[in-house]
């Protein structure tokens, strides 16, 4: 192994006069270490306190007996560096928010904040919506805050650190997580990729020996087991190949020359370090844990070592401070907490009409350039017909001769460019990744190999790896890693090589990526694209050929698109990156050669518009991707063969989504058919359907007054997709059901 693990309890630590004579940290500094360790403690004993009062509602899990650890480490970092929290982060939140506080007033009134937050009252940091487990002050002291999820904090702190080292910001990232977490997979993933990427990321692991209950490496009561085989958690540095330091984390002093080290480490070779912190929780997993796992001697051996009593004895014992100075930290501290407990009190809650704010960075795109493109669309789709007929009536002895022969006759007609979806895509991010630096690619087999489906190739080549990242097979840790680089102020497209493998991914993309506007009140945005492809026609049966795109359209915070055309590939994935909102952009890895006209130069299709397709005035299908083309074929064939004027909308952007667009058709046809890849229970089918009937146009009617027969709801059969072809055939609706489908209806 290259490097080891430095354990700083076995040598003895320089006294606080020593650090202070060489000017290592000044007089104030320790004092104020003090001080905000008072502060968090009594915080945090004042919201036990409010918690049994029912005046602070819901989970807390408080940091007292551990404010060295954060106050240690926030002290080693300068502003502008970043930090991640956990569940039990009001240590973190506090310590950082200290940092940043120039005034007295400035402090008060972070501590206000903080304690409003936890009321729920709408002066809180997050305007009432984070709570205690998701406290932060993201926008103003480089948070990345806290999650509620054991182990998900870390993904988005590796993201971040990789945005900080891309971005040649000199700037390092702390990432603070307890004990039961190094025992998830984000763990692993996060350490790992952080390890083979080479970040400036300090991985701080406060141990405080237990998970929720059960001890992380054994306890004297009986009927307990234990979570691992290992006492000290920094040994797992030797699978990730780096440094690792084992600090005793009821000592601010010791806390903070560790960390001072690794910072300066980080910030000079872009290596991580993973710190394990020895510490205590004072109180029990949460306010109802009766701590029947751990003894009373336990307990009373580590109050013995409180943090407070191991900076005062510092303090004193080398002349610093007098016991009345020590008071007045003190007091001054007790008086900063009653008086944030009277601020939170008397705040008002928020206005319930405020409800759905900041769920999504409010976007919108001007009428002209949705009508331009709607006539772009058609004129697409005139060249489409004309490429097609060529092909089909060209003479040449290949099919690739035929092709060529068809896009040279849309060149001719048309000066567009005739390319596949794959083609589409990758060249949608090629000119995304030239017009705006911050835009990265980064996932499984993206760089050299060009993804999966050729849709990264060439990127590589021409951007760097530097630009265009592959990792390892960790799906949580690429999701959560955009994640943490768009909070950070770049513009990621996440490649996940198969949307079966997102279920994965989905607390990172949804619990860190989607909540976090919205959770922390609005003081954050997440500007990734995270690219998959689903959908059968590969026979690779269930675990790589499913459609859950109704997955994705459930929580709140998210974007899902589905293109079906290689005209709709590009402009819609170059929206999608260019967005401030997270997309999930869908591809359908039958559709990749699929060969379709693409305007040149420079456009973009706006998310949340539908294209009709084909108009027609006898029944309305609403469809998107591989489906879509299905019931183009269909329309298609019902007119030729059964007098039926289908009107057929590709919806394109399933959220948001243009029901507007959708309602219109249908109040002028009077019928509605989705047809649909995704599974028919709770699909997406459904919602088309449902949100269709309880529209309301503008003369007070519904979409409901307007059907002339029950709409129909056709997608893929409730069963795993299975791998032999006929079977796979059947499982979705095919061109042959719709049509008849259709003229069962009209």
């Not at 780096?242 to 005793?248: D, L, R």
């Not at 007929?389 to 006759?409: C, F, G, L, N, V």
């Amino acid at each position: 192994m290259d490097f080891c693990i430095e354990d700083t309890r076995k040598k003895p630590i320089p006294k606080l006069k020593e650090l202070i004579n060489d000017k290592i940290i000044a007089l104030e500094q320790a004092e104020d270490w003090l001080r905000s360790i008072y502060e968090i403690r009594f915080f945090e004993e004042k919201v036990f306190d409010l918690l049994g009062q029912n005046i602070i509602k819901g989970a807390s899990h408080l940091y007292a007996g551990e404010e060295a650890v954060a106050v240690g480490a926030v002290a080693a970092i300068e502003r502008g560096d970043v930090i991640g929290s956990t569940h039990r982060g009001h240590g973190h939140c506090g310590a950082i928010g200290n940092k940043y506080a120039d005034t007295e007033q400035d402090r008060h009134e972070h501590w206000n904040a903080m304690m409003a937050e936890l009321m729920g009252k709408e002066t809180g940091y997050c305007k009432g919506r984070g709570g205690s487990m998701h406290i932060a002050e993201v926008e103003k002291q480089n948070n990345l805050g806290s999650t509620g999820i054991v182990g998900g904090n870390q993904p988005s702190a590796v993201g971040a650190a990789l945005a900080e080292k891309y971005k040649k910001t000199g700037k390092v990232v702390l990432s603070f997580f307890g004990d039961g977490s190094t025992n998830c997979g984000s763990f692993h993933e996060s350490m790992n990729m952080a390890s083979t990427l080479k970040i400036p990321l300090v991985a701080i692991i406060e141990n405080n020996l237990y998970g929720m209950s059960v001890p992380f490496s054994g306890s004297e009561v009986d009927g307990t087991r234990r979570a691992s085989n290992i006492t000290d958690i920094a040994e797992r540095c030797y699978a990730y190949n780096v440094p690792a330091m084992i600090v005793n984390g009821q000592d601010v002093v010791a806390v903070y020359l560790a960390i001072h080290s690794a910072v300066t480490l980080a910030r000079a070779e872009n290596q991580m370090t993973i710190v394990e912190a020895k510490t205590y929780r004072w109180y029990g997993h949460s306010r109802s844990d009766p701590r029947a796992y751990r003894t009373k001697a336990e307990e009373k051996t580590w109050y013995d070592r409180d943090p407070i009593i191991v900076l005062r004895e510092k303090l004193l014992t080398d002349a610093l401070c007098t016991e009345a100075e020590l008071d007045e930290i003190k007091d001054k501290a007790f008086n900063t907490i009653e008086t944030a407990t009277k601020f939170g009190i008397d705040s008002p809650w928020p206005n319930p009409a405020d409800l759905t704010k900041d769920v999504y960075v409010e976007e919108s795109y001007p009428a002209e350039l949705i009508e331009s493109e709607r006539g772009t669309s058609k004129k697409v789709m005139k060249a489409t017909v004309t490429f097609e007929a060529t092909r089909a009536s060209s003479k040449a002895k290949t099919k690739k001769e035929a092709a060529e022969q068809a896009k040279a006759e849309v060149k001719s007609k048309f000066d567009m460019d005739v390319m596949t979806i794959g083609q589409a895509v990758s060249a949608a991010q090629a000119e995304e990744l030239r017009r705006d630096k911050n835009v990265i690619v980064i996932g499984e087999d993206v760089g050299l190999y060009g993804g999966a489906y050729q849709a990264t190739r060439g990127l590589s080549a021409e951007f760097g790896t530097d630009r265009v990242i592959d990792t390892a097979i960790s799906e949580a840790a690429i999701a959560g890693a955009a994640v943490g680089a768009a909070l950070r102020g770049l513009r990621p497209v996440a490649e996940i090589m198969y949307v079966d493998f997102v279920t994965i991914a989905m607390d990172q993309l949804v619990h860190v990526g989607a909540y976090n506007r919205y959770m922390f009140g609005g003081k954050a945005k997440v500007p990734m694209v995270l690219r998959t492809e689903g959908g059968v026609g590969r026979c690779i049966a269930a675990h790589h050929s499913e459609s859950l795109e109704a997955w994705l359209m459930h929580p709140p915070g998210l974007y899902v698109v589905m293109p079906s055309t290689p005209y709709d590939a590009k402009g819609l994935l170059k929206a999608a990156i260019r967005s401030d909102n997270l997309v999930v952009f869908i591809e359908h890895k039958a559709t990749y050669g699929q060969l379709g006209p693409v305007p040149q130069g420079d456009y973009i299709i706006p998310l949340g518009v539908a294209d009709i397709k084909r108009p027609g005035k006898d029944v309305t299908i609403v469809s998107y991707s591989r489906m879509a083309m299905f019931s183009l074929q269909a329309a298609k064939i019902l007119a030729e063969q059964h007098g039926i004027d289908a009107e057929v909308i590709d919806v394109r952007t399933l959220k948001p989504l243009d029901i507007e667009t959708i309602a219109e058709s249908v109040r002028k046809t009077g019928r509605l058919v989705t047809v649909s890849e995704g599974f028919g229970t709770c699909g997406s089918g459904r919602e088309i359907a449902g949100r269709f009937m309880e529209y309301e146009f503008s003369d007070g009617s519904r979409g409901f007054d307007y059907l002339d027969t029950a709409p129909v709801n056709m997608a893929a059969a409730d069963v795993p997709p299975p791998m032999s072809e006929p079977l796979e055939n059947a499982s979705i609706p095919s061109v042959e059901r719709i049509v008849e489908t259709v003229k069962a209806i009209v």
